[in-house]
C-alpha cells in the first residue's frame, strides 16, 4: 500500500517535471473552472471564437519562442505587423492584391534579417536591437499611411477574413487554418531537424555549440528572420480580418506574444522550452480573456488577471527548478 | 594549545533526486588543524562542503554540532554567522565591481549611511600587502583580472571575515606555480591563528604539503580518516578508488620509445607555419604526424590556448598558412575544421564544453546532429540512440540513463561525454585542451588510456595541458610556449620537468 502510494508520488513528479504536461494541466483545471461556471464555454462555436481571437498572437509567438530560446528577445514583432499590413493595403491600391502580401511578407523577413544582423554580427543586445528597430518600423508604416487607415477590401482579404463552411452550421475562420499548420511545421521543425536541434544547442551553450561545429550566427539569424516573416503573416491576416490597415495596428501586442511564450514555459535565459507549450501559453491566455466576457467580468480586471497569470505560472516553474537543485 | 574541535557532522546526509550523495558522513574539525578531504568526482566533496556552509540543506536526520551546540544553517549568512567561510570551486565574484567592493560585498564598511570607500580600499591594500600580493591593487574591476588573480581576491574576500572555518574547495586548480605558493603561505598563516582549514584538492602532493588530517570519501560514503605521516600517496589513491591502480610512472622502456619515436616517421597530417594572432601568439610553426600526441606546455597565459582556436578556426589568425594532409585550408568556422576530421575538446568544460540543459544522448551527439538524418529533413532518434549509447558503453560513462540532463553527472563522466562528442566525427586531428582539469584520478586514468589507444589507432592529438606529469606520460614530442612564442621543443624519451620550465618561464630558449 505504502509503495503503491510511492509510485504514485514518483510518477507525479515526474508529470510535473515534464513542463508541458504541467502547462497542460492547469489549462484542464482553467478549462473545467469555467465550464462549470458557464455550459456556454465548451460549446463549438465559442471554441472557435478563442481559436479565432488567439490566431494572431499564436502565429507570432511560434517565432518568438524560437528567438528566446536562442537567449534573443524580439520586440518588434508588433511593429513589423502594422508595417506588413499597411504594406499590403497600400500596394492593393496600385496591384495585384496577392503581389502586395507578397510584398508585404517580405517586409517582415527584411526586418527579421535586419534584427538578426544588428545583434549577432554588430553585437547590439537583442533587446536594445528590436527597440530600435520597432520603433523605424512602427515610423515607416506611419510613414506609408500618414497615419490615416487604408482600406484592405479585395480578393487576398479572404486570407484573413475568410470562413470555411464546416458540416452543421459552423464556419471554420481561414486564420485558424494558418495557425494550425504554422504549429505544426512548428513542432516538426523544432523536434525533428538538424535545425530544431541547433537551436536548443546555441540556447542552451553558444560556445560549446560553436566548438561542435554548428553555425551559431546562421542558426540565430533564421530564427530572428522566422519571427519576422511571421510576424508579417500576423499582419496580412490582420488587415484581411479587419478589412483595414493602420500603423498602430499592433501596438503592444509585443507584450502579449511575450506573455504567451512565457506562460507556455520557455525560459527567457534560453535553451528550453516547447512550441505545444507556446500554444498552451496562448490558449490559456484566450481562454481567460474569454472567460472575462462569457461570465460578465468587468472587463477592466482583465490585464490585471492576464498579468497576475504570468507571474503565477513563471513562479510555479521557477519554484519547480529550484527544488529540483536544493 | 589545545586543538578545540569547532564543527563536527554526525551521520549527514544528502539525497538528491535519484542519488544519494552523501551517506552518513562523520567528520570532526579542529582549530589550527589543515583538514584535507580526497575523493573521485562525484564522491560527494562538494556537496558535503555545500552543506558546511549552508549553500545545501542537509537530509532530516543529519546532525551538524558548531563548538558542541547544534545548528542549523538555512543560508550562507547563516554559517557565516558561525564564522564559516568559503572559495567555492567557480568564481563568484561580481565582475563589475572594484576588488575592494567585491571583498566587502555584503558587509559594507559604513559611514553613517553611506559607504565608507576609503576605509574598504585601505583595509583590502592592507590584506593584499599581508599576502604579498603587491601586483592586485583594490581598485581594479575584477573583470580585469585574470582568472587565477580573481581567485586570490576571492581568497581574500573570505579573509576579510576572519572565519575560524575556511573551506577552500580546490582553490589550486586554476592558480599558477607561484600563486600556489602564496596560497600555501596564507593556509600556514591561518593554521597559526588557530583557524580550522578544509582544503579539498586532487593534487596529493599538495595535501602532503600542507595538511595535518586527511579524510576520504567514496561515493558519498565516508571512509576514513588519517594522519598525513601515516600514510602515503598510493595507499590514499588506492582508498579513493577502492581498488588498486596501476603505477602511472611513464614506461622508458625501449619498446616505447622506439613506438614513439616511429610516428615521427609517419607522414605530416597537419602543418602549422608562421601562425599569428595579434598580441597572443607569434611567429608559431609545427608539423604533426599521423598518430602523434604533441603536447604543449607552457605558463597560463602562454598562448596555447589561442593558438589552438586559431587553428581550429573559433579565432580569426592573423596571418599563417595551415597544411592538412599536404593541402593549404583556412577554417573561418570550427564548423569547416569539424568538416575536415578535426575536433576540439575546449578548456574549461562547464563554461565551454557541456550543454547543461541538455541530456547526456544530446551532447554525444550535438556535433554530428547534420549526420543523422534519415531523409532530406528529419533526423533519425534510432540514429542518435545508437550513437549516444555506443559512446556511453564504449567510453565507460556513468550515467543513470543517456536522457538524464549532463549536468548531474560528475565531471569526469561529463568528460567522457564530450570525449564521446568530438570522436562521433570521426577525426583524424583531435585537440585537447586541458582534457582532465578537475577530474578525479579513477577518470585520469581511464582518460590517458583512451588517449593512448586512439593514437595508436593512428588519430593525431594536440595535447594542451598545465600539468606536466600528464605531457610528460602521453606526449611523443613537447613543444614548450612562453608568452605566444615556441621557446622549446622536446623528444621522448628526453623529457623533464626542469628543462620544460626553464623553457615555459622563458629563461631557455631553444
Redesign the interface.
Known amino acids: 500500500m505504502k509503495e503503491n502510494r510511492n509510485i504514485l508520488k514518483e510518477r507525479l513528479?515526474a508529470v510535473m517535471k515534464n513542463q508541458e504536461l504541467g502547462i497542460f494541466l492547469i489549462f484542464l483545471v482553467l478549462c473545467l473552472c469555467i465550464q462549470i461556471l458557464t455550459p456556454k464555454f465548451l460549446k463549438p462555436a465559442n471554441i472557435i471564437n478563442i481559436l479565432r481571437q488567439i490566431s494572431n498572437v499564436g502565429i507570432m509567438a511560434v517565432g518568438e519562442a524560437m528567438v528566446i530560446i536562442i537567449a534573443g528577445i524580439d520586440l518588434s514583432v508588433s511593429a513589423v505587423l502594422s508595417l506588413s499590413a499597411c504594406t499590403a493595403a497600400y500596394l492593393a491600391q496600385y496591384m495585384n492584391p496577392w503581389l502586395a502580401v507578397l510584398a508585404a511578407l517580405l517586409t517582415g523577413v527584411l526586418i527579421g534579417c535586419l534584427n538578426g544582423f544588428l545583434s549577432v554580427k554588430i553585437g547590439i543586445a537583442p533587446f536594445i536591437a528590436t527597440l530600435g528597430t520597432q520603433m523605424m518600423t512602427k515610423g515607416l508604416a506611419f510613414m506609408i499611411t500618414s497615419g490615416i487607415p487604408i482600406k484592405f477590401t479585395n480578393e487576398a482579404a479572404v486570407l484573413g477574413g475568410g470562413r470555411i463552411q464546416l458540416p452543421g452550421s459552423l464556419q471554420l475562420p481561414v486564420p485558424i487554418l494558418f495557425m494550425l499548420m504554422i504549429y505544426i511545421l512548428g513542432i516538426v521543425v523544432m523536434t525533428?531537424?538538424?535545425y530544431?536541434?541547433?537551436i536548443?544547442?546555441v540556447g542552451?551553450?553558444e560556445?560549446?555549440?560553436?566548438?561542435?561545429?554548428?553555425?551559431a550566427d546562421r542558426v540565430k539569424i533564421i530564427a530572428y528572420t522566422v519571427s519576422g516573416f511571421l510576424a508579417a503573416v500576423a499582419g496580412v491576416l490582420y488587415a484581411g480580418n479587419l478589412t483595414t490597415a493602420e500603423a498602430s495596428a499592433g501596438d503592444g501586442i509585443e507584450t502579449n506574444v511575450i506573455a504567451a511564450v512565457v506562460i507556455g514555459g520557455v525560459s527567457m535565459a534560453g535553451?528550453?522550452g516547447s512550441i505545444i507549450g507556446i500554444l498552451m501559453g496562448a490558449a490559456i491566455m484566450g481562454v481567460v480573456k474569454n472567460a472575462f466576457i462569457l461570465l460578465n467580468f468587468p472587463a477592466t480586471m482583465q490585464t490585471f488577471t492576464i498579468g497576475l497569470l504570468i507571474v503565477l505560472a513563471v513562479g510555479f516553474d521557477c519554484l519547480n527548478k529550484k527544488r529540483?537543485v536544493? | 594549545m589545545d586543538k578545540q574541535i569547532i564543527l563536527e557532522t554526525r551521520n549527514v546526509r544528502k539525497t538528491f533526486p535519484g542519488v544519494t550523495a552523501l551517506d552518513g558522513i562523520n567528520l570532526v574539525f579542529k582549530s589550527g588543524e589543515v583538514h584535507a578531504i580526497i575523493g573521485e568526482n562525484g564522491a560527494g566533496k562538494s556537496t558535503l562542503m555545500n552543506i558546511l556552509s549552508g549553500v545545501y540543506a542537509p537530509d532530516a536526520g543529519s546532525e551538524i554540532f558548531h563548538k558542541g551546540e547544534r545548528v542549523e544553517f538555512h543560508s550562507t549568512a547563516d554559517a557565516a554567522k558561525h564564522k564559516i567561510a568559503m572559495i567555492h570551486q567557480e568564481n563568484s565574484l561580481v565582475q563589475h565591481l572594484t576588488v575592494y567592493e567585491n571583498v566587502f560585498l555584503g558587509h559594507f564598511i559604513k559611514k553613517g549611511s553611506f559607504v565608507d570607500k576609503k576605509a574598504m580600499s585601505a583595509a583590502t591594500e592592507e590584506l593584499l600587502k599581508k599576502m604579498h600580493i603587491d601586483w592586485i591593487k583594490p581598485g581594479m574591476y575584477v573583470k580585469n583580472l585574470s582568472s587565477s588573480e580573481q581567485q586570490l581576491v576571492e581568497i581574500i574576500k573570505a579573509l576579510s571575515l576572519d572565519p575560524e572555518v575556511m573551506i577552500l574547495d580546490e582553490p589550486t586548480a586554476s592558480l599558477t606555480v607561484k600563486e600556489t605558493e602564496i596560497l600555501m603561505n596564507i593556509i600556514r598563516e591561518l593554521k597559526e591563528k588557530n583557524t580550522a582549514v578544509v582544503f579539498i584538492s586532487h593534487h596529493l602532493e599538495e595535501l602532503f604539503e600542507i595538511g595535518d588530517v586527511i579524510s576520504v570519501l567514496r561515493d558519498g560514503q565516508y571512509i576514513g580518516t588519517y594522519n598525513l605521516e601515516e600514510i602515503d600517496i598510493p595507499g590514499l589513491i588506492s582508498l579513493m578508488v577502492g581498488r588498486e591502480l596501476k603505477n602511472n610512472a611513464q614506461q622508458k622502456t625501449e619498446e616505447e620509445t622506439e613506438k614513439r619515436r616511429k610516428t615521427k616517421e609517419n607522414d605530416v597530417v597537419l602543418e602549422v607555419e608562421d601562425f599569428c594572432l595579434k598580441g597572443k601568439v607569434s611567429h608559431v610553426s609545427f608539423q604533426l604526424h599521423r598518430g602523434e600526441i604533441l603536447g604543449f606546455a607552457g605558463l597560463v597565459g602562454a598562448g596555447r590556448t589561442e593558438l589552438m582556436e586559431c587553428i581550429y578556426g573559433y579565432n580569426r589568425a592573423s596571418s599563417g598558412t595551415l597544411r592538412v594532409k599536404g593541402q593549404k585550408m583556412r577554417f573561418k568556422t570550427p564548423k569547416n575544421a569539424v568538416k575536415n576530421g578535426i575536433g576540439m575538446l575546449s578548456e574549461d568544460r562547464k563554461l565551454n564544453g557541456i550543454l547543461p540543459l541538455h541530456s547526456v544522448q544530446d551532447n554525444i551527439n550535438a556535433a554530428v546532429w547534420p549526420r543523422m538524418k534519415r531523409n532530406l529533413l528529419f533526423v533519425s532518434k534510432t540514429k542518435e540512440r545508437r550513437n549516444s549509447a555506443g559512446f556511453i558503453e564504449r567510453l565507460n560513462v556513468k550515467t543513470p540513463t543517456p536522457g538524464v540532463k549532463i549536468r548531474t553527472l560528475s565531471g569526469g563522466n561529463q568528460q567522457k561525454a564530450l570525449f564521446g562528442r568530438i570522436l562521433s566525427i570521426h577525426p583524424e586531428v583531435l585537440i585537447l585542451d586541458e582534457p582532465t582539469h578537475g577530474i578525479d584520478v579513477g577518470a585520469k586514468q581511464e582518460i590517458y588510456n583512451m588517449i593512448h589507444t586512439l593514437a595508436d589507432e593512428g588519430i593525431s592529438v594536440l595535447l594542451v595541458s598545465s600539468e606536466l606529469p600528464e605531457l610528460i606520460t602521453l606526449s611523443h614530442r613537447i613543444i614548450v610556449m612562453c608568452e605566444g612564442r615556441v621557446t622549446g621543443q622536446l623528444e621522448f624519451p628526453e623529457f623533464n620537468q626542469e628543462d620544460i620550465l626553464s623553457f615555459a618561464s622563458g629563461t631557455a630558449e631553444a
Open positions: 513528479g525533428q531537424t538538424v530544431g536541434r541547433n536548443y544547442a542552451d551553450n560556445k560549446s555549440a560553436k566548438l561542435s561545429g554548428i553555425n535553451g528550453e529540483a536544493k
